[in-house]
């Protein structure tokens, strides 16, 4: 890289036509992230069939990678807050690449538990860093829609990736799916290093501040909240691979179909999802917490109907991935001081929730069998609803606005 590129790549509005390629680098290191999160669920029937273990054993694999996610999040923020944002973003994608690779040859279940727990440790810090990055690469009238695009890798994840991914482990054995990921991890770090400005970073907030911002009541309220949420979407998406084949009677190549209308859904959830909350963030994020979990329980009603079974997967794709925007949103309006470790706590959170739905699940199929899953997940959306009201008569008479970073929501 020239001098002149240098020089560009130290200020902190880098030329306006070399951010679009930058916010592709993060957003790709999103993708391969939501790819390794979620691929396993396409998967279960494979991974537990290989490793001799059941399918509730094969699904502490999504709970030990949330609970990666949940430890590694605030740990390495704390640690690396005041490292260049850069240097950070290679280190962790590194862990990531590592994680994956030994996910490809782990020979036993105890080890891939061991690298899935690995690879989460880069998961929440490298989305709130990126998110941060992002947010820095354009003028402040365009940063939450910088923020949106970084964010989209996890939903066209669930779309492209995930479906594929699933496709390759059940063509090649699942191991060959974790090598896909690892290569999207490489091309993801040469993006990095090439395309990624050193930005001029503002004087971090000291620990101490860090933590009373996020130790503020209102927040710990609403990642509560955003917990259950998530808490609900894992008890049943971990299992829904068995669930459609045992109890519907899909096969396992329409299964693959389905999860890419679930991506679908998602995406439309997430952009629908955040311009009402943009419109009305704490009304719109009550309605859609009920909606959602009026969708859930539908499902023992359709799951006998294939294409009643299908439309109720795709819908609950929408209202499960709608409340993401207004959590997020909510979490940096009340948290705005504490802008780094509000952004890594909040996927924190919110995999302890997937941690706790999916462990949950396993639990339920043990005790009363895979039919008793959606009623444990709506039963988590319908506290995650009480959370959300909550946290709206907390403060929906005061200003919470104020103050607020630029391209974050006014919303109450």
């Known amino acids: 890289m020239n001098p002149k590129s240098n020089d560009n790549n130290r200020t902190s509005r880098p030329r306006k036509e070399r951010f ?18 979620f691929i396993i669920m396409g998967l279960l029937p494979n991974v537990a069939s290989d490793l001799g273990v059941s399918i509730p054993q094969a699904g502490q694999l999504i ?47 105890s080890l891939l538990i061991l690298a899935r727990v690995l690879t989460a440790f880069a998961h929440g810090t490298f989305l709130g860093v990126g998110t941060l990055i992002a947010a820095r690469l354009v003028q402040p009238e365009k940063r939450a829609g910088a923020v949106s695009i970084v964010l989209a890798g996890l939903t066209v994840a669930n779309i492209i990736g995930v479906p594929f991914g699933t496709f390759i482990g059940q063509q090649l054995g699942w191991r060959a799916s974790f090598g896909a990921i690892t290569v999207l991890g490489l091309v993801s770090l040469s993006g990095i290093i090439r395309y990624i400005p050193v930005i001029v970073q503002d004087q971090a907030a000291n620990l101490a501040e860090q ?27 971990t299992y829904i691979t068995p669930i459609l084949e045992q109890i519907t009677g899909f096969a396992e190549h329409s299964v693959t179909w389905i999860l890419v209308l679930f ?42 109907h294939p294409v009643l079974a299908v439309l109720n997967v795709f819908l609950w794709g929408i209202a499960a991935f709608g409340i993401m925007p207004g959590i997020q949103l909510r979490i940096m309006n009340l948290a705005h001081k504490a802008p780094l470790l509000a952004t890594t706590s909040s996927h924190s959170a919110l995999n302890l929730g997937n941690a706790a739905g999916a462990y949950l699940g396993g639990a339920a199929i043990n005790l009363t069998g895979i039919a008793s899953i959606p009623w444990l997940a709506s039963g988590l959306a319908v506290l995650a609803l009480a959370g959300a009201w909550l946290s709206y008569l907390s403060t929906h008479s005061s200003k919470t606005s104020q103050g607020l970073p630029a391209g974050i929501s006014k919303s109450a």
């Not at 679009?20 to 999160?37: C, D, H, K, N, Q």
């Open 20 to 37: 679009p390629l930058s916010l592709l680098v993060l957003t790709l290191g999103a993708f391969a992230i939501g790819m390794t999160e």
């Open 63 to 109: 709970t030990s990678y949330a609970l990666g996610v949940a430890i590694g999040a605030p740990v390495l923020t704390i640690f690396t807050h005041r490292l260049p944002q850069k240097k950070l973003l290679v280190i962790l994608i590194g862990i990531f690449i590592f994680g994956n690779a030994v996910s490809v040859i782990a020979p036993t279940y």
């Open 211 to 237: 933590v009373r911002g996020l130790l503020n009541p209102k927040v710990l309220l609403i990642l509560l909240t955003g917990a259950l949420g998530c808490g609900s979407l894992f008890a049943l998406f």
């Open 263 to 304: 991506g679908v859904g998602v995406t439309l959830g997430n952009i629908i999802g955040g311009k009402l909350a943009d419109w009305r963030l704490m009304p719109s994020l009550i309605v859609n917490f009920a909606v959602l979990a009026g969708i859930i329980a539908l499902f023992p009603f359709t799951l006998q």
